[in-house]
């Protein structure tokens, strides 16, 4: 996308997001059709039924009806569903290219891992910087963003429009730093830490990533599928 | 726990976890109660009520309630529940200290940040090996794990029980790896790469891990409060 069309998503996003009420759930399987309808724009797909991305995405063609639904329904009998379209009104109502700026503390193997990955600028999110304590990781440039000294967090924040903070930092200061970074107007918190953040004003937005949980229910339904084989009956 | 009291959980999940039946959705929240009342026990809380561990985790009492008695309710009125009899139950359910093995494909930031993370050691899984295709890699020591070349993957899975594998390669190659891996008796499947998997046989076991999503639900988040913020009617 050209910065006038971002521009023009974002503007467009700030209108008309809010007219849309969209529930928690379907928010949270939005994400999934945001990948495949890209995918599909990679194969320069422009339309798809519901049937196709049913299986595609291994979920009922009729799920489907009823999230893309939720918030207009683009679908046509015996046409299906336009993708680009569908793909700028899922990024439209996601917030996708709405401009947010986001910075990452600690620069360790996670920390660089996400960095390094090209989640956030799939996404229009600019990373500005890396924040970390340790001198030997101070200076250095990852995927073309600078780490720089924890010392020089409160400036640069008061510098630079931050909206978004990744943490990757141990879970000892996370909440410190974060109550820190809610200080500075920093809104929103992707937490990688295993503590899950509360703040003090209550105001700031919070994902908290458990990595371990995904592990321990892939575990579960090892030790299950073993208990089965052991007992048959 | 000692090997003698892992045998012991192991053991007896084997044969009690066929009994019970959970739903899929009670399972996925489980583990916020085992970090949970891990931390409890760290504290030597020794019993909780419904209420107060309501307070910590940002859950209605009732659901607590509700969630617990799906596996036979250990809570007594006037009590509450048996901290360390909950956790060891909720271990036993999912399969924690049942003895996995597993490997790690990639030795690139991500797979080193999970290898270096407590979160193997702490469901009681154990690292055996990485694999990686790049010299560089090869050879080194991440964690006490040593970080093998791809080459020697089907010879090492033949000589050694590998139940689980963590992939963290690129995209490209994710399909075609997991194949072999499943092959060669690996059952379960921890996968970061942006491309979900389906295996031939069907039998598989496979937990797609995708961070955007997250990072989408929290720019959402974002996105809509600016809104908001703009108009306010």
Chains 1, 2 share one sequence.
Not at 167 to 173: A, D, F, G, Q, W
Not at 207 to 212: C, D, F, I, K
């Amino acid at each position: 996308m050209s910065t006038e069309q971002k521009k023009r998503v974002a503007g467009k996003h700030a209108q008309e997001v809010d007219k849309i009420e969209v529930s928690g759930a379907v928010i949270r399987r939005l994400p999934r059709y945001f990948r495949y309808l890209r995918e599909l724009l990679r194969q320069d797909k422009m339309r798809v039924s519901s049937a196709e991305l049913s299986r595609m995405m291994g979920v009922t063609a009729s799920q489907i009806r009823q999230d893309l639904n939720c918030f207009g329904g683009f679908g046509q009998q015996g046409y299906g569903y336009n993708v680009p379209y569908l793909y700028s009104k899922i990024c439209e109502l996601l917030g996708v290219d709405s401009d947010v700026r986001a910075i990452v503390i600690g620069a360790g193997d996670l920390g660089r891992a996400l960095v390094r990955s090209p989640m956030f600028e799939k996404r229009g999110i600019q990373v500005l910087a890396m924040f970390d304590i340790a001198p030997e990781q101070i200076g250095r440039e990852i995927a073309g963003v600078k780490v720089r000294s924890m010392n020089e967090l409160a400036a640069y924040c008061k510098k630079h429009q931050v909206d978004m903070a990744v943490l990757t930092l141990p879970k000892e200061s996370v909440e410190e730093v974060a109550e820190q970074l809610s200080g500075y107007g920093v809104q929103a918190f992707w937490n990688f830490t295993s503590k899950e953040i509360k703040l003090g004003d209550g105001n700031a937005i919070i994902e908290n990533v458990h990595l371990g949980d995904s592990l321990m229910v892939l575990n579960y339904r090892l030790a299950r599928r073993r208990a089965e084989e052991k007992e048959p009956n």
